[in-house]
């Protein structure tokens, strides 16, 4: 997977916060916010133990460190879904895994679908 580019970055970053502030924004930039930040998010967590799925516009697996990353064929064991704007509250700091969790607005199954702890390294790298 490549990295994205710090344009792409900054703009996810702008959508996020316009999200974030009850903007409209149009899908295309919301669709290249979400995909930017998960292709971040599986650059820093490179694996296939985690599936995380933003519909419609995109998934991506991921690594847990310290766990082997075996996963190869149909659906992973580890699955974390939600919609684009709690996915970009949650990639820009705006939204905790834990109230996300609690809220219901993520739904995570399986022993590693936590992905709370992956989220400070994106938090920061997508601030710059």
């Known amino acids: 997977m490549r990295r994205p580019d710090r344009s792409a970055l900054t703009a996810a970053s702008a959508t996020a916060a316009a999200v974030a502030d009850g903007v409209d924004v149009r899908r295309s930039e919301l669709a290249g916010a979400v995909r930017a930040t998960l292709a971040l998010l599986g650059v820093l967590y490179p694996g296939k133990l985690v599936e995380v799925r933003v519909p419609p516009f995109a998934a991506v697996q991921v690594g847990v460190p310290g766990q082997a990353s075996a996963h190869t064929r149909g659906t992973p064991p580890n699955v974390v879904e939600t919609d684009p704007a709690t996915w970009l509250a949650l990639a820009s700091g705006r939204l905790t895994w834990p109230d996300a969790v609690a809220a219901h ?24």
């Open 105 to 128: 607005r993520v739904s995570a199954s399986g022993a590693h679908a936590d992905i709370g702890g992956h989220l400070g390294a994106l938090v920061a790298d997508l601030a710059g």
